[in-house]
């Protein structure tokens, strides 16, 4: 192994002043074991977001700061961005200034120790490593009942997801500089980072209950998050829209032959053998209909989203062409 490379922990913070002090000092006693075994350099640093916390939060970030400038710094975010808002607004601060950067929640539910396992992968070759929960023991029955079809239903809705992780993740600082170029306002972390590629592995860690305070994701926002996630990262429903008009209109069919029979085995009141193959067939075209104009919405939104069409990994450098980090484009040497 080279030289210890620098790591930057990002850890969003809402309304945390009860956890803070125990998180910081989990942190600093991690980072000065990974610093004295040569795993991270010394200019390793934790970057606290506040994500517009109404308490404490930002003060104590600053006394943090002040009291171990080496160790602590942090971002302090206009007004309640939200968590996945704050998690990328730390990661594109460090972007250029770390080699490896870590995401996790301030408040201990992801396990401080798995961190060595990442930096290890790390440096294995690996680009990002997913921070998966192996067990949810300390999680309610109704908590891990909802966590767990909420990565079900996004898996068969079309955004596919590293199954019970969230955002307990590394990322290289090249994963970083990709992730710089996707553009989308409505962000789904989870979603994104699988997209970019790159050399990739989980490790498994069980996760603990909240260190102090409460959740900030009741189930409303966890509901909210899902559709965000689904509505951001996949057309799958669109395309349901015009399956089921496909299968109303051959269900008319069906409707059509037997209001005829009906019709001409004289069991038929006046007028609704129409009604019926109406109903059927209007009700179908309909939906095949709006499908079709959900196909070209569904176009419109990968447009809008302006993606990476790709993203280059390595090149052999005879080509003449030097790497810019641009979303794939490659400029001619002057
Ligand atoms: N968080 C944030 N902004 C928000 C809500 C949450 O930065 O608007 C942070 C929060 O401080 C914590 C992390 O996101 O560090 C995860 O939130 P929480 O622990 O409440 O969610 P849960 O683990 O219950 O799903
Ligand atoms: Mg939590």
Not at 304 to 311: A, N
């Amino acid at each position: 192994m080279g030289n210890p490379e620098i790591l930057y922990m990002v850890v969003p913070c809402y309304n945390e002043e009860a956890v803070l002090h125990e998180t910081s000092k989990q942190l600093k006693e991690k980072y000065e074991s990974l610093i004295s075994r040569g795993l991270i350099s010394e200019q390793s640093r934790v970057v606290f977001v506040n994500d517009g916390s109404k308490d404490k939060t930002w003060d104590i970030i600053q006394e943090l700061h002040k009291a171990d400038p080496q160790f602590f710094s942090g971002i302090n975010l206009a007004h309640n961005a939200g968590h996945q808002n704050a998690v990328l607004a730390g990661l594109m601060t460090v972007k250029d200034i770390c080699d490896m950067a870590i995401t996790m929640d301030a408040d201990l539910q992801d396990d401080i120790n798995t961190i060595d396992a990442m930096v290890e992968k790390y440096y294995e070759g690996n680009q990002v490593v997913y921070g998966v929960r192996s067990a949810r023991k300390t999680d309610t029955f109704f908590k891990k009942f909802t966590a767990e079809s909420f990565y079900k239903f996004m898996k068969v809705m079309g955004a596919d997801v590293v199954y019970n992780h969230a955002d307990f993740r590394l990322m290289s600082r090249r994963v970083l500089q990709e992730l710089a170029n996707f553009k989308e306002v409505n962000l789904f972390l989870r979603g994104m980072v699988p997209l970019i590629g790159f050399q990739s592995c989980s490790v498994y860690y069980e996760r603990h209950e909240r260190f102090a305070g409460e959740s900030k994701y009741p189930l409303k926002k966890m509901m909210a998050f899902a559709i965000n996630g689904i509505t951001s990262f996949s057309t799958k429903p669109l395309k349901l829209i015009t399956s089921l008009g496909f299968i109303m209109s051959v269900l008319s069919v069906i409707a059509f032959i037997w209001a005829f029979i009906a019709k001409f085995a004289g069991f038929a009141e006046l007028g609704w053998s129409s009604t019926i193959c109406s109903i059927w067939l209007i009700g179908g075209l309909q939906l095949f209909c709006l499908g079709i104009i959900g196909e070209y919405v569904g176009k419109i939104y990968a447009e809008v989203k302006q993606r990476p069409r790709f993203i280059i990994a390595d090149f052999i450098n005879e080509l003449g062409v030097e790497f810019i980090n641009d979303g794939g484009d490659k400029k001619e040497n002057a």
